[in-house]
């Protein structure tokens, strides 16, 4: 199992949406989100989004520009995109009814942009929900919430 010592906090919004589409209680969202299959869906969802975003350059907007050392030492300009490593890493895990985004421990440096004394390079987040996940997410839950009916 990974340290969760680097951890970030995914808040789901539109679960209001989720409980309008069905009339459920909030119960029963919570008792979905809670769910080994519920988690494993999003987090499946959320690990190819995320290899998506490194693909893209950086999503919603794009990473800013490799600086012209680092070019020339990668011979590439596309930032996050080496060897595959990161890339490679990106997974999740379930435990105890919580969903855990893993990757290499240096991921850490490019996903924020606060505290980052060590970074000598701008924040390039790779996780996030985007727009384009939220509603798979938002059917997600809802179709596992169904089932607790």
Partial sequence: ??????????????????????????KHIEEAL???KTLDEIGTVLVASAVKTIAAGGRPSLYKPLAASTIARKKSSKPLIDKG??????DYETNDGN???TSVDYLKYHQFEEDRTKAKFP???????QDEDHEEIIDIIVTNAQKNL
């Fill in 85 to 90: 490593t990161l890339r490679e890493s990106l």
């Fill in 1 to 26: 199992m990974s340290d969760y010592n680097n951890t970030i906090k995914v808040q789901l919004i539109g679960l209001d949406e989720a409980r309008a589409r069905l009339s459920l209680a909030p």
């Fill in 123 to 129: 924040a390039r987040p790779v996780w996030g929900v």
């Fill in 34 to 36: 809670r769910e080994k």
């Fill in 99 to 101: 969903l855990y985004l």
